[in-house]
């Protein structure tokens, strides 16, 4: 698998906590006060694309994060930190493969020009394969 479906994979399969999804009120769940089948729901989760609208790649990475009780990793804007949020192996090596797969042109040397570039490019490719990503990660 690439490096970057590797990725989508890690953020698109997050799986939030249930506790954590909005409730249904009771009533408005099918069924009526009248048959006595009203009941409280949890909305359905969007996970892997799978559900009526897109993933949102930022609360699935705040997710992740508060999970990992790694808050304090710059996942917003470092590639490195993105990678190791995911538990994915963030060396030169898998960033040059990773920039090989994104169709970066410039030197595959690990300067901060071409982690950058890796970081706004996951986050566009992210948004084309069905994320809701904030302009704020793509520019």
Do not use: C
Request: zero cysteines; aromatic letters at 4%.
């Amino acid at each position: 698998m690439s490096i970057f479906g590797k990725i989508k994979d890690a953020i698109f399969g997050h799986k939030s906590d249930p506790a954590a999804r909005p409730q249904i009120p009771a009533g408005m769940a099918g069924g009526s006060p009248a048959d006595g089948t009203t009941q409280t729901q949890t909305a359905a989760p969007t996970i892997g694309g799978t559900s009526a609208g897109p993933v949102d790649v930022e609360q699935n990475l705040k997710d992740i994060a508060a999970q990992k009780g790694n808050p304090d990793l710059n996942y917003r804007t470092s590639i490195v930190d993105l990678m190791k949020l995911l538990g994915l192996d963030s060396s030169l090596d898998n960033r040059k493969e990773l920039a090989t797969e994104l169709g970066y042109t410039g030197d595959k040397d690990g300067s901060a020009e071409m982690n950058i570039w890796l970081h706004k490019e996951v986050m566009r490719q992210l948004a084309a394969n069905g994320g809701k990503v904030p302009a704020s990660l793509t520019d």
